[in-house]
């Protein structure tokens, strides 16, 4: 509570009243970390599918980008890749923006600009 009101994001599998001191203490650092959701004690499964969420592996230099609604590791060797599409979609998003403040319909927008 106090993180959100100072507004400093920080995420987190739980929470707890008690403190770290006794019970965490780093082990290592700058180390590739593997989460598996079923190793984490969740039984996360794809909308429509049968199988299970992959594991993600985090390298040393790869980029965490989080906020409310969830969490993305984009690994260091896909940042320019990465970096592209995002600027691609925040034009579309620019352009999709102006053409419905122009008085162009929601649905005729997107599919002129989005393709859908």
């Not at 987190?12 to 403190?19: C, I, M, N």
């Not at 598996?36 to 909308?47: A, K, R, Y």
């Not at 230099?61 to 995002?86: F, R």
Request: proline share 8%; net charge neutral.
């Amino acid at each position: 509570m106090e993180h959100r009101e100072a507004q400093f994001p920080v995420f987190a599998r739980g929470q707890s009243t008690l403190g770290q001191k006794p019970f965490t203490r780093p082990s290592e650092l700058n180390v590739p970390l593997k989460f598996s959701p079923t190793e984490l004690g969740l039984s996360m499964v794809p909308s429509g599918s049968g199988d299970e969420w992959p594991s993600v592996l985090v390298r040393p230099g790869d980029w965490i980008i989080a906020d409310q609604d969830g969490v993305v590791v984009v690994p260091v060797d896909m940042m320019e890749k990465v970096k592209s599409i995002c600027k691609n979609g925040r034009e579309i998003d620019e352009a999709c923006k102006a053409a419905i403040i122009a008085g162009e319909g929601v649905a005729a927008t997107f599919k002129k600009y989005r393709g859908s």
